[in-house]
């Protein structure tokens, strides 16, 4: 039996399955600030433990999608070493504040299997759950992959396709963020005077800023969050690939379209919940990403005076700024340029 | 109104303005281990808690020039998105010692306004003071830049100039170091036997080594700070600048000469007062920093017998080593490679 | 006398010479998110306060080699600026555990010395010993490197050659590991389920990954250990060398490495002892690095039922799978792309 791991195949994966990943991690200052210097993020909640504080978070909590990397790294030695394509996401939820502090370790579920028409690669549906070292569920949500079959002999399984929520239930959101008391939210210091009731569905804002990606950055992005999937790191063997170089790790895009996202939405402190997401085209050192957001709904929830819900449509896009707010053309393609399609809830004050 | 920031223009700012910045941020050893990694600075003092509590800090503070680009970061959404050139700095003086774990923010005054005249662009000059969250000063100094009009054909303000110090008063200087109990101050570990009596005014010291920029340092490091001027960060637009790249931030520039300067210059610990500086030339990815110091004036602060000061320029060039202390040529003009001319005031042990 | 460090040159050494070096360090959790994003390094007892403290550490400990890099960084001003080459390492222990928050500082002696036949150069052999801030003996090694005579015309020295130890003995290991409670050691956490008995001597392990290393990347790293080695930061003068750019860090070959070893060998988790090391071959940026192991010898660690070592050969390439294990031709010559030799001890739970 081989001492290496060579990831798992489409026939490996059991409904019901459940799969404990390695490896647990803490997570501290130190990676907060290389997330800092990855994406250039300013939310004031996750930069400050003085205005965390002030609102009553114990401190600052680290941003969600730092949590969200941390949490999704682990599951891919396990899930998609061998997956010729990271499909969608749905069902994210944030659970508690992540501290400085916290361990963190993933537990997975296979939910789904479908075999693919053509024999070769079927769907995998797995929700993951992120753990705090006390037992606490920080995080969970559900994503699908195509992976590779073993042996292309092999006869399919009753397929199983879960059922999956187009977008979280806005009641189900809040629960990392305790109540605040938002009379200490200074606008200044949060970098916009615009709150939740400024805002209105269908409002589209462009972030106007790009910014150009590194492969130092993406790589040491990824590495961080011990996330080992191939394809980011080699260029021996990317080069002979259909790109013929190393792709970035599709949330280094999610993270860098959300940091951009602060200007226009710099008071929409909290990733409260991941509806769904589709990464359109793949994106490489050298290219510039710009984003813009939509507001697809508004929301508020029960018991909470201080915060309420945005539902947030963030689409990045490469080399191709985004005052015209490009999406799809006539035919329901998406254009050229667009990256990212992403579907979340943020929150903020009211 | 445009939820996004475009910044202010010329107009926008009025005599008298104070500008409370956003984001309020926590420095921590995060940071600390970044500024490391991406200048090799190697002071006694802010690296070793050991050798700083046995001095009589609490423990190791972060780096001067970490405080100067975290306040300094903060400013550039109000002060200068719309700069054209960051001309100059005056009066800055480090008030207290900071530490992982201290929150800064920052507030600016509009202290001086002139139009040039051409009429399209004008100097504004503001004082921008860092804050702990005790509301402890940190820092404060004068910067003045050069920013568009935002109508060619609104009128003139009327000129007002501050009156701005050519160097810092050494008297006023000292406020971020504790008395010192330096028979605790090991020159081996410190890394230099020479201390404030052996250097001499008009002394001149080659620091010999040089280093090379990569984009994803630069990009880490003005990220880290927060700060958002677009030409450090987007290709896609430089690639049609008149550089035809991406502009690397001034502060990275000095950031660098500072710490190649521990090569000549190990136990001058702290950066305590910035009388001036000035950009010279940009600096673009793949160029190798050098730099070269002078001591312009010697001073003993009154009361204290543990620390005195050096007031040095400290030069940077690009592509060209300093053995010949390359400065102006007969014009008076910069030469060839010069990109930083950088006077400010260091603290020795005696 | 200058006062810039123009390093030590052959003629400077004198045999039972001490060298206290600076700089002190206080290594950070900061620190350790760098490593990790620098290497992706994964192994549980490192990246997990959890993990560690339920076997028995106070929390997770840094790992080793960054240590030893923080430990060898210093040493570089006074013993290796005028190097020729770094030729080799023996006789390395790990002695404490190291914590975030505990400063590092290194004393060197300097043990043997010999000219070489051509006169113009000489082998200079010095122990260097890592202190924690307590005075805690943290790692001691011998490195040995080829250093420029100042004065072709100097009469050689007496030949002193120390009598250094193919390998650490076995007995003399675990010093940096407390009694581990193994019964907390859960394999699906750690990442495999192979312990010290599954492993035979002779067997040997491909790595499988491969990792490209940017300039930014190695210039960081060794900039974080504040190595001040010149030819890893100088484009300017490095491209007028005979490999035209510049050289990465050999240290930085090691930890790459061995994170790459994770992949078959996640259970080895503290590297105990180094027995010797060799840079067969330049690594540059662009490189993608391979790794595969070959175990030595097995030993089990007398008074421990907990822990028991591995003597692992650790063989890197560059641009190379290793799949074929390569190492050397017929001729006993290492075979191309290999690009390091290193021979250690690690621990793994039995």
């Known amino acids: 039996m081989s001492k290496t791991n060579a990831g798992n195949f489409f026939e490996d994966f059991q409904i019901g399955q459940v799969i404990k990943h390695a490896t647990p991690r803490t997570i501290t200052s130190g990676d907060q600030a290389l997330y800092t210097a990855l994406y250039g ?29 941390m949490v999704f790294g682990k599951t891919v030695p396990d899930i998609s070493l061998n997956a010729v394509a990271n ?40 929700r993951s759950t992120g753990y705090s070292d006390d037992g606490t569920e920080v995080l969970d949500y559900v994503r699908w992959v195509m992976v590779k079959k073993r042996d292309v002999t092999s006869p399919p399984p009753d397929a199983v396709v879960p059922d999956l929520p187009a977008a979280i239930d806005p009641q189900a959101l809040g629960n990392a963020v305790p109540l605040l008391d938002t009379v200490h939210w200074e606008n200044d210091l949060s970098g916009s005077p615009f709150r939740w009731a400024d805002y209105e569905t269908g409002e589209k804002i462009d972030h106007v800023d ?43 895009v999610i993270s860098l ?17 991941i509806n769904g997401g589709r990464h359109v085209a793949p994106l490489f050192a050298g290219d510039t990403v710009y984003a813009w957001s939509e507001v697809l709904e508004k929301a508020e929830i029960d018991g909470r005076s201080d915060v309420a819900a945005l539902r947030l449509r963030l689409v990045a896009t490469k080399n191709r700024a985004c005052a015209d707010f490009p999406l799809k053309d006539a035919d329901g393609k998406y254009e050229d340029g667009v990256i990212l399609d992403f579907d979340y809830w943020a929150l903020m004050p009211k």
């Open 41 to 69: 993020s300013r939310f004031a909640v996750q930069s400050s433990d003085a205005f965390a504080r002030a609102l009553g978070y114990a401190h600052a909590p680290v941003d969600d999608l730092l949590t969200f990397h």
């Open 87 to 126: 499909l969608g996401y749905a069902g994210g939820r944030f659970l508690a504040p992540v501290y400085p502090g916290d361990t963190l370790s993933t537990v997975s579920e296979v939910i789904g299997k479908k075999e693919n028409s053509n024999g070769k690669t079927g769907v995998v549906y797995v």
């Open 210 to 252: 790009g910014m150009t990606v590194e492969e130092a950055e993406h790589q040491m992005a990824t590495r961080l969050y011990q996330n080992t999937a191939k394809v980011h790191f080699n260029l021996h063997t990317e080069s002979e690939s259909r790109f013929g170089k190393r792709l970035i790790y599709g949330g280094h």
């Open 257 to 273: 379209a959300r940091a951009l996202s602060f200007n226009g939405l710099a008071n929409a402190f909290h990733v409260a919940g």
